[in-house]
């Protein structure tokens, strides 16, 4: 073997991180694939993209300019209209998690270290052109001038921290109208009427088609699981638009059949589960999996890669350029229930909702260790839920794969505890 052909062999630090991703992402499609009953079929679609953007690392984007979005918090309308695509880059990879343990304090929040992590080791498959970072939590503000020192073009946005003032309301809408007007010049295109138009409309079919599919899981027989729905629902993070609304009516269309003919993923006693907390996202999606590996469904979420992404629609009184983009900001300030704010009374009056709406027998609340906010707030939501009468698990947890068999006991635990239960009841 010439000395040269053994030099190619060896593999680089961004080939053996992208293999890394790559066993990650397919160990758990692998399990959400063969772990359950039969999914629908309309879900390989969702399986095919996963494997090609996460296992393959193939682009989807190619001839488009890529808006790299922080938080869900950045009106994807706006980019839309101005001809690019969003990608949203909250991270969910042990991986990059690990690469960002390097340059940020031990106990920070594993979502911002692996978004933090992806940038530095520069293992996109859509690589943003630019960056936009809103100022809702305080790792995510600081994480947006750390990679703006890395070299990257960052826009920050700023957010109110209350939600109920006419006040906080004009400081979004002001900030909204600066970030529309910057990433025009950014982008060199002219936000039309026309366009804008086009593109709320658009993002509004696409919750209106998830609102359709969401509802269906209120039936006794439960037709998707939930891990499947937030593979469903974090596609949106990456996906061409089309091709997800294209997907998801095919899907829709099966799962109405389902419901039809009775097709029940989840067991018979299955415990009906509202999730909330920190955001599951691709391939941290270990605690739902856990969950439903329990004999438990969920049934409705409340998080912000998921259902919160899709709650609220823009709602506009006049087609006009500047109402348009009001109403857009409105729709994210008043649909936003993260922690971050002052008061929370939304994001505990939606959870009790879904309870009651999903005939849930109980809520399982996660937040990641490190995550400030998440476990600042659990006390006063674990004491909104025992006034309700629901029963809760909270859980803290973070993106290694250590603690599987503790984690396992305590989720056992409690959907054994929601069976019992509700034998009692009958
Ligand atoms: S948890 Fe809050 S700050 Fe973090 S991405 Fe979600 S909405 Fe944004
Ligand atoms: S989980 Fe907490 S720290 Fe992490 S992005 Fe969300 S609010 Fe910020």
Redesign the pocket.
């Known amino acids: 073997m010439t000395k040269d052909v053994r030099k190619s062999k060896i593999e680089t630090p961004k080939e053996r991180q992208n293999r890394h991703k790559a066993m990650e992402a397919a160990l758990v499609l692998d399990k959400i694939k063969h772990d359950f009953k039969e999914p629908p079929k309309a879900m390989d679609y969702f399986y095919d993209l996963y494997e090609n953007v996460h296992c393959k690392q193939q682009a989807l984007h190619d001839n488009k300019v890529k808006v790299g979005t922080m938080?869900i918090q950045v009106p994807s309308e706006i980019i839309y209209a101005l001809d690019a695509v969003p990608v949203r880059l909250?991270n969910g990879f042990f991986t990059d998690d690990d690469i960002g343990s390097d340059l940020l304090p031990a106990k920070?929040?594993p979502?911002?270290k692996a978004t933090v992590g992806q940038f530095s080791s520069n293992n996109f498959s859509d690589k943003p052109d630019v960056v936009i970072s809103p100022t809702?939590?305080?790792?995510?503000t600081k994480s947006g001038a750390i990679i703006e020192d890395m070299g990257y073009s960052v826009f920050d946005m700023e957010f109110p921290r209350t939600k109920e003032s006419e006040e906080s309301r004009e400081y979004w809408r002001r900030s909204v109208r600066k970030f529309t007007k910057e990433l025009s010049t950014d982008l060199n295109k002219k936000l039309t009427k026309k366009k804008l138009k086009e593109a709320i409309k658009k993002v509004g079919y696409a919750q209106h088609l998830y609102h359709k599919l969401n509802i269906l899981r209120k039936n006794h027989h439960i037709p998707i699981l939930g891990t499947d729905m937030f593979l469903v629902t974090n596609a949106f993070f990456f996906d061409k638009i089309d091709s997800w609304i294209e997907a998801m009516t095919a899907l829709l269309e099966e799962t109405e059949q389902r419901v039809k003919d009775e097709i029940n993923a989840a067991g018979k006693r299955s415990p009906r589960i509202v999730y909330t907390g920190?955001?599951p996202i691709f391939p941290n999606l270990k605690i739902p999996l856990l969950i439903e590996q329990s004999d438990a469904v969920i049934v409705a979420d409340e998080t912000?890669s998921s259902n919160r992404m899709f709650n609220d629609m823009v709602s506009v009184d006049e087609w006009f350029m500047y109402d348009m983009v009001d109403s857009v900001a409105d729709r994210y300030l008043k649909g936003c229930t993260?922690?971050?704010f002052t008061k929370n009374e939304d994001r505990k009056r939606r959870i009790i909702d879904l309870v009651k709406e999903y005939k849930a027998d109980g809520v399982v609340y996660q937040?990641?260790a490190?995550?400030?906010?998440?476990e600042m707030e659990q006390r006063s939501v674990l004491e909104a839920m025992e006034k309700e009468g629901i029963p809760i698990l909270y859980i803290e947890t973070d993106y290694s794969p250590s603690h599987l068999g503790q984690l396992t006991t305590r989720i056992e635990a409690f959907v054994e505890s929601l069976k019992n239960r509700r034998r009692k009841k009958l």
């Open positions: 938080c909250c920070s929040c979502l911002v809702t939590c305080d790792q995510k920190s955001p912000c993260c922690p971050i937040a990641f490190g995550c400030q906010v998440y």
